[in-house]
Nanobody, 126 residues
Framework: QLQLVESGGGLVQPGGSLRLSCAAS????????VGWFRQAPGKEREGVSC????????NFADSVKGRFAISRDVAKYTVDLEMNSLKPEDTAIYYC???????????????????WGQGTQVTVSS
């Protein structure tokens, strides 16, 4: 089981940027698709973005397309979520999750991710 640790959350003004990082030493042992999800108070959890196990495919929720980017740093065993042009409605707890994916292909945000981090709070407010 992977131990996923998120970092980089915080308070930012509307229009600002944050970079979240999801770290797991276990990323070195296999190919993992990694997804970022978020949950705002009183709302259901939603998928934000994902990157495939071999890093060739990405996917984004419509609400963040053009504003968020996802990338994998193989050397650091991290998957980062770059969030730009942040809006108050982006406020939520952000979680990263992972699932083994060895085949070449894309990722989906509805995959049953098996390992989850504890989350990091992102607050967008003036």
């Amino acid at each position: 089981q992977l131990q996923l640790v998120e970092s980089g959350g915080g308070l930012v003004q509307p229009g600002g940027s944050l970079r979240l990082s999801c770290a797991a030493s276990g990323f070195a042992r296999d190919y993992y698709a990694v997804g970022w999800f978020r949950q705002a108070p009183g709302k259901e959890r939603e998928g934000v973005s994902c990157i495939s196990g071999r890093g060739r495919g990405t996917n984004f929720a419509d609400s963040v397309k053009g504003r968020f980017a996802i990338s994998r740093d193989v050397a650091k065993y991290t998957v980062d979520l770059e969030m730009n042009s942040l809006k108050p409605e982006d406020t939520a707890i952000y979680y990263c999750a992972a699932v083994v994916q060895r085949q070449i292909g894309g990722c989906v945000l509805s995959t049953a991710y098996t390992d989850w981090g504890q989350g990091t709070q992102v607050t967008v407010s003036s």
